[in-house]
Every structure is written in structure tokens, then in C-alpha cells.
């Protein structure tokens, strides 16, 4: 997590400086928030080959994305290469399986993330929102510096992301496997949950280091909240 900091620090630093230096160019444009999120439709709609999106918890600017997503599955899935990266809390179980459902090479992985937001466009363009929802800050942005660092930063992410779409309904399809989530969310012991699963404890401690893995998770109560964020499991009644 310190190292995502240090890229969404980074893109703020450089964002700033072509706010100073190119006041009067429209590389870099400052956007009020409701501005940025009328602006994620017809940003997508002008999307010719590729489009990278990053989703952080802003509730609002999430779900301006997930319409304009689904118009455009819908409309030209096949023809639009998009991958699409989640914060957990941010993950949307049912489109997931929408994009499963179309077949059309789309990909959603999930992985946590900074309070940044970003919608990429042909690599050309890209709609930036650093920052915690109520006091985000949003600019459209075309200057080359900036735009690299939103890549990296993208590609740093998404390389170790879980793949959603090709393990969520395998998921939820197996009782074990949400079994084992709830223990974990519950934080009951290997020997107790070993006992209610009627296995030994070595293959539970497996099945755990397997969901982990595959969730990305860090610690077992981590992976126990991931499935919940992830529509995995029901929320918690706490």
C-alpha cells in the first residue's frame, strides 16, 4: 500500500505543476466534481480502441462509470478493448458477470487501492479524481507527463490484481468456498472451522491459502471483507 501512496502522491505533484505551468493550455483542465462525472459518458462514447478505467470508493463517480460501461458492452463490447480495475469496496458483482456473460474480452480485476479514480481513453486522454469522496479533485488531462505516470501507475496495479472474471462464479458455485469465507469474516479458528467443514485442519489451512491468493488478500479477515465487498457473501449483520 505504501507504494500505491507514493504513485497517487506522484500523480498529484505532477498534476499540480501543469496546473502552474500550462494555466492557459487545456493539457491539463480542472473539473468541479459533478462536472468530472457528466463528463465519464461522453468520454467513453469517444473511445476508439482501448479504455482503462480505475475505481477507488467515490460512490458517484463509480457509478457514472458503470453506466457508461454497460451502454458501451452493450453497444460495441467486441470492438472496445477495456479492462476495468477495483478497489474491492468498489466492485460491482453484477457486472462482473455481465462482461462474463458477453464473452467479448473485457476484464475486471480487483485490488486495493488509493482514493484515485481515472477513466483512460486510447491512452490519449483521461479523466483523473484524486482524493476522498467530498473533497476529490478532478481534471481532464492530455499532457504526456501526466498521462505516463496514470499508466504506470495501471499497469503497477493491474499486473497483481485479482481476476474477477475468471474466478467470481466459480465462487459463488462452490458451498466450501463460502464456507470458508465466512469463517474467515467471522474469525472462528482453523480447528473450529476444520470441524464445522469436516475436513482436517492442513486442508482448510489450504483452502484459506488458496482464497486468499486468488482475492489478493493480505490477512484472513482482509480476504473475509473482500468477499463480502465482492458480493461473494452476504453483508454482515454487525
Not at 27 to 33: E, G, K, P
Not at 192 to 217: D, F, K, N, P, Q
Request: one cysteine or more; a neutral charge.
Amino acid at each position: 500500500m505504501r507504494e500505491l501512496l507514493e504513485l497517487r502522491a506522484l500523480i498529484e505533484s505532477t498534476v499540480v505543476r501543469h496546473r502552474r505551468r500550462l494555466s492557459r493550455d487545456t493539457s491539463v483542465q480542472q473539473l468541479a466534481q459533478e462536472e468530472a462525472v457528466s463528463a465519464i459518458k461522453p468520454l467513453v462514447e469517444a473511445a476508439s480502441g482501448s479504455l482503462d478505467v480505475a475505481l477507488s470508493t467515490d460512490a458517484g463517480f463509480s457509478q457514472g462509470v458503470y453506466a457508461a460501461l454497460r451502454a458501451a458492452l452493450a453497444a460495441r463490447g467486441r470492438s472496445l478493448r477495456t479492462r476495468l480495475l477495483c478497489d474491492p469496496a468498489a466492485v460491482e458483482a453484477r457486472f462482473v458477470r455481465e462482461v462474463r456473460s458477453a464473452d467479448c474480452g473485457w476484464e475486471v480485476r480487483a485490488a486495493p487501492m488509493p482514493a484515485l479514480c481515472a477513466v483512460i481513453v486510447d491512452g490519449s486522454v483521461t479523466l483523473l479524481s484524486v482524493g476522498s469522496p467530498g473533497t476529490s479533485r478532478a481534471s481532464l488531462v492530455r499532457a504526456s507527463t501526466v498521462l505516463q505516470v496514470v499508466r504506470d501507475f495501471y499497469s503497477n496495479i493491474w499486473g497483481t490484481a485479482t481476476i474477477l472474471t475468471e474466478h467470481i462464479d466459480d465462487w459463488e458455485r462452490t458451498n466450501t468456498v463460502q464456507e470458508v469465507l465466512q469463517s474467515l469474516r467471522n474469525g472462528v479458528t482453523d480447528e473450529v472451522a476444520a470441524r464445522e467443514l469436516g475436513v482436517s485442519v492442513r486442508t482448510y489451512r489450504r483452502y484459506v491459502a488458496e482464497i486468499m491468493m486468488l482475492l489478493g488478500a493480505k490477512s484472513r479477515f482482509q480476504a473475509g471483507v473482500y468477499a463480502a465487498a465482492l458480493g461473494l457473501l452476504p453483508p454482515s449483520e454487525c
